[in-house]
């Protein structure tokens, strides 16, 4: 029992598309697992084969993250199935292409069109196809088999009530044990361990909530593989379902299933990095696990090391407080927190050698503050230049916030701001002293902005191949910042929500909304 891998693009040896094998069958592992009973055969009878979708559904009503199962008819002398040759496109195929197919050849148009997947035999009349990605709900997918030929089509239901779990941890699937993994969702869930079989290799794992063991989230499941030979390198795929407690058998009513979990190969990782040192916090910064944090009023604000880490944090005392997240570059935004109070937290981290820390937290907030971000540029507009560029500045904070002194700074210098009360939740526009607001061919500034007009913007005028930004308050201190994005005449950059440090992008043409909530919010 040897799964197709169909994740490289060279498929066929005859024509350079070799077939990417995973490891053959370990001696002491049991079958491949089917997950569940199979549900009613949802192809025409009178055909030679059958395709069903597990553990049980409609070929034209499919969940996102399934299975399929492949049958030919006993009898029907079409055998044997060769679970290699078992292939899933989005999109239909046509009676050509499948010729091709069939004749070990393929087209770069329908290579594009492969989903990745695993397949394996169950015998020589029966194998199972997994996609090893969430299929999108309302495309259409056809499932083509070259040895014997046929095809079967499917479409993805668009109204699934179950809800769909996302891999979180670790980058890639790949851990230390070859068989771990973190899913997060939305939604709560009970206290919780499934025991669970690793498809294609039948490796036994649990499932229990949280992001490791004795942590406290409750939107997240963590899986962890039973014992498994030191030398299994093989890829494995995480059961269909998170299920109610006390689940027993295999096949289950619908209502049972809490939560679907999102298609991902884990595999032992082979070579692993040294766990991380303790951050280093200095000045105002304080120690926030393997990071460092900056306590504000509503906030906190996270300074990443340079390395790969996930966090849980939840709140032992001082509200609901429950987020997970992974490090980026330019830090995290926890949020909400109340002013003025002292939350204890649970922090969990992971790093990428599989290392956990658990430390328990208590912070100081500080009053309410005003919060004035950069939130849009737009630097190359359809209009005049430099007259109809613009700034657009933000308060996302919960007190009004005053503008004078302030320095709007690029790479041409310093613009002092005007004296100016921008209040929470509004915004303004920084524009130079020509700039029109009522222009014939950029958008207007929505009714209420504040128009902050200064003698120039930069100095003359903001780079349309795009310059790094920065909000100076009068005490010196860095507000803001905006990176150097090239624009097209007629586009902005902005960033996609007001918390967001690291997260920006270019509007649509004629996109800009100057004194309105960015598209993305």
Same mark, same amino acid.
């Given at each position: ?9 060279l ?5 350079a598309y ?13 079958d ?5 009973e199979?549900?009613p ?24 993250a399934?299975?399929l ?5 006993p ?8 679970a290699?040759?078992?292939?899933l ?5 046509t009676a050509?292409?499948l010729?091709?197919f069939a ?7 329908l ?22 990605e ?7 997918y056809?499932l ?12 993805i ?12 941890w ?16 939305e ?28 942590e406290?989230?409750?939107?997240c ?13 093989g ?6 379902f998170?299920?109610?407690?006390g ?29 991380l ?14 990071a ?7 906030r ?9 880490l ?9 509200g ?7 490090s980026?570059?330019g830090?995290v ?8 109070s002292?939350?204890t937290?649970?922090v969990?981290? #992971?790093d990428?050698? *599989?290392?956990?820390? =658990?430390?328990?937290?208590? &912070?100081? /907030? %500080?009053?309410?503050? +005003? ?17 109809q ?6 308060n ?17 210098g ?30 207007a ?9 200064v ?5 003359s005028?903001?780079?349309?191949s ?5 909000? #100076?308050?009068i005490? *010196?201190?860095?507000? =803001?910042?905006f990176?150097? &994005?090239? /624009? %097209?005449?007629?586009? +902005? ?19 800009a ?6 598209v993305?919010?």
């Amino acid at each position: 029992m040897t799964p197709n891998h169909q994740l490289l693009p060279l498929l066929f040896i005859l024509t350079a598309y070799a077939p990417a094998l995973l490891t053959g069958c370990m001696p002491g592992l049991p079958d491949a697992p089917v997950d569940d009973e199979p549900g009613p055969a949802t192809t025409d009878d009178a055909l030679p084969w059958s395709v069903t979708v597990l553990p049980d559904g409609h070929l034209q009503r499919a969940p996102s993250a399934l299975r399929l199962r492949v049958r030919l008819a006993p009898g029907a002398g079409l055998g044997p199935l060769d679970a290699t040759q078992l292939m899933l496109f989005s999109g239909e195929i046509t009676a050509g292409q499948l010729s091709h197919f069939a004749d070990a050849r393929i087209s770069e148009a329908l290579q594009a069109r492969l989903v990745p997947a695993l397949t394996w035999p169950l015998d020589d009349e029966e194998a199972i196809l997994a996609p090893t990605e969430l299929l999108e709900p309302g495309v259409s997918y056809t499932l083509a088999s070259a040895s014997p030929r046929f095809s079967v089509g499917l479409t993805i239901d668009d109204a699934d009530e179950v809800p769909t779990m996302r891999y979180a941890w670790p980058p890639g699937g790949q851990s230390a044990s070859g068989a771990q993994g973190v899913w997060c969702g939305e939604a709560e869930l009970p206290l919780l361990m499934n025991e669970v079989s690793l498809a294609p290799r039948g490796v036994h794992a649990t499932l229990q909530r949280g992001v490791t063991a004795g942590e406290l989230s409750t939107r997240c499941v963590y899986l962890e593989s039973g014992t498994m030979p030191p030398n299994y390198s093989g890829e494995l795929l995480p059961p269909l379902f998170v299920r109610r407690p006390g689940a027993i058998g295999l096949a289950h009513a619908p209502e049972e299933r809490l939560a679907r979990l999102e298609p991902q190969l884990l595999a032992r990782r082979v070579e692993l990095p040294a766990p991380l040192a303790s951050a280093d916090c200095q000045g105002e910064l304080v120690p926030f696990g393997p990071a460092c944090a900056l306590v504000e009023d509503d906030r906190v604000v996270l300074a990443m090391p340079d390395a790969a880490l996930f966090f849980s944090v939840v709140a032992l005392s001082g509200g609901g407080f429950e987020q997970v997240f992974t490090s980026t570059p330019g830090g995290v935004v926890l949020h909400p927190f109340a002013p003025s109070s002292t939350p204890t937290l649970m922090v969990t981290s #992971i790093d990428d050698a *599989g290392y956990t820390r =658990s430390a328990v937290v208590t &912070l100081a /907030t %500080k009053p309410p503050m +005003s919060h004035v971000i950069l939130s849009e540029v737009f630097a190359n507009p359809l209009g005049p230049e430099p007259a109809q560029e613009w700034v657009e500045l933000y308060n996302d904070g919960l007190v009004p916030a005053l503008l004078g002194g302030s320095r709007f700074r690029d790479i041409g210098g310093e613009t002092v701001l005007p004296e100016a009360v921008l209040a929470p939740g509004q915004y303004a526009l920084v524009v130079g002293e020509d700039y029109v607001d009522n222009g014939e061919y950029d958008a207007a500034p929505a009714p209420g902005t504040l128009i902050l007009r200064v003698p120039r913007l930069g100095k003359s005028g903001l780079a349309n191949s795009g310059e790094p930004l920065e909000l #100076i308050n009068i005490e *010196g201190k860095v507000l =803001s910042r905006f990176p150097a &994005l090239k /624009t %097209k005449a007629g586009r +902005s950059v902005f960033r996609i929500a007001p918390k967001s440090l690291d997260g920006f992008m270019t509007s649509e043409p004629n996109g800009a909304t100057p004194g309105a909530a960015n598209v993305e919010e």
